[in-house]
């Protein structure tokens, strides 16, 4: 038996939480085509007869402006430390900042783990392209192993876990072989409100709201849930967006989070909606430990 921690990291919108929800074959990361969807370290956990490997999928690697941003960056440096081996992943349809990356690869030499490329979205180039950029990168460092993928096909990624294994320690199981993640539901459902804001909103909006479940109980009978969660923002103009004229916004992100709760949850489900105004959240220490982005 081989177990042991996988960390997945990355520039943002790379593809790590697109990887993850295809190795798992279900959804737990957020997936939104804006960058910076992932906030935080998000634990998926993949059980065989002969493996166990908890995977750590992480926010994208930058270089932080806000305090939100900070602690999204340590989360990714724990996740490193945690680590048995890492997966840095590229997207090769448009590579990596040449500063961004030098520093990325700098903190991998330096964390001493088995670290794996995996080039990612190769269904977006030409074959050809793609002997180069492996060739490119072997000069680059010193990876154990590189494997292209596409992640969203699912192609490779079953060789991609054949890989992994072999760089496995040997071990127990950590988790019980039915368990796909330790988050609770909350988080889940609290991110999928989040989802729907990314999807449905435009610019500044995603960025400046966060989720938080105020309320999760189930009925008598538990054939149905009741969940009050309240969507934060940072100013007042941004609460007028998110509700929307005669409440249509609102409406619509709750109606497309409720369907796909229930779906997760496997019932009926109530949810109740809230926006409110945190004035600069994402600066603020005090409501990010609120929030759940800082400990």
Known sequence: MRSGYVSIVGEPNVGKSTLLNAILGEKLSIVTPKPQTTRNRITGILTTDEYQIIFLDTPGLLKPRYKLQEYMQEAVKGAVNDADVILYMIDVSRLPRERNERDILRMLRESDKVVILVMNK????????????????KDKMDFA?????????????????DVIV??????????????????????????????????????????????????????????SVYIRATIYVGRESQKGIIIGKGGNMLKKIGTEARREIETFLGSSVYLDLWVKVKENWRRNPRDLRELGYAP
Request: proline fraction near 9%; aromatic fraction near 8%.
């Open 122 to 137: 190769i269904d977006l180039i030409s074959k050809p392209m793609l002997l180069p950029m492996i060739a490119s990168y």
């Open 145 to 161: 192993e590189i494997v292209p993928i596409s992640a969203l096909k699912n192609d490779g990624v079953d060789i991609l876990i």
């Open 166 to 223: 072999k760089y496995l320690p040997e071990g127990p199981q950590l988790y019980p072989g039915d368990q796909i993640s330790d988050m609770p539901l909350r988080f889940f459902v609290a991110e999928t409100i989040r989802e729907k804001v990314f999807l449905l909103t435009k610019q500044e909006i995603p960025y400046a709201s966060s989720v938080l479940i105020e309320e999760f109980k189930e009925r008598e009978g538990g054939t």
